[in-house]
């Protein structure tokens, strides 16, 4: 999750900004679990110019994580490129909808 508008921090981000990343951890929470059974996701901030690989910037990973050492990451092997992961979640565009209206009627 990127902001649109380059921020070097979480501290940077309006209140609609925020509540914007908000939704899509939601949103990104739902897919993971209807995608792949997952129930769990790990939210990674990394802000600040000492955690970027290039430009200074915030972004978020949002990962889905099912183990229960929150503080051991639990590698496997990929079962889907990047690729196919994005057309699983484009097939799935409707569910997107679905939730993202669900999220507006319950928060907004």
């Given amino acids: 999750v ?4 380059h921020v070097r921090s979480v501290k940077e981000l309006t209140a609609e ?18 995608t792949y059974g ?20 915030l ?3 949002c ?5 229960p050492d929150l503080s051991t990451w639990n590698y496997r092997e990929l079962q889907h490129t990047p690729y196919e992961n994005a057309e699983k ?5 409707r569910k997107l909808h679905n939730l993202a209206k669900r999220y507006e009627e319950k928060y907004e």
């Fill in 2 to 5: 990127i902001p649109r508008r």
């Fill in 17 to 34: 900004e925020w509540e914007t990343m908000r939704k899509l951890f939601y949103l990104a929470k739902k897919m993971i679990r209807e």
């Fill in 38 to 57: 997952i129930k769990g996701m790990q939210i990674v901030q990394k802000d600040g110019r000492d955690a970027q690989s290039t430009v200074e910037h």
């Fill in 59 to 61: 972004h978020v990973h």
């Fill in 63 to 67: 990962i889905p994580f099912d183990g």
């Fill in 89 to 93: 979640y484009r097939a799935k565009q």
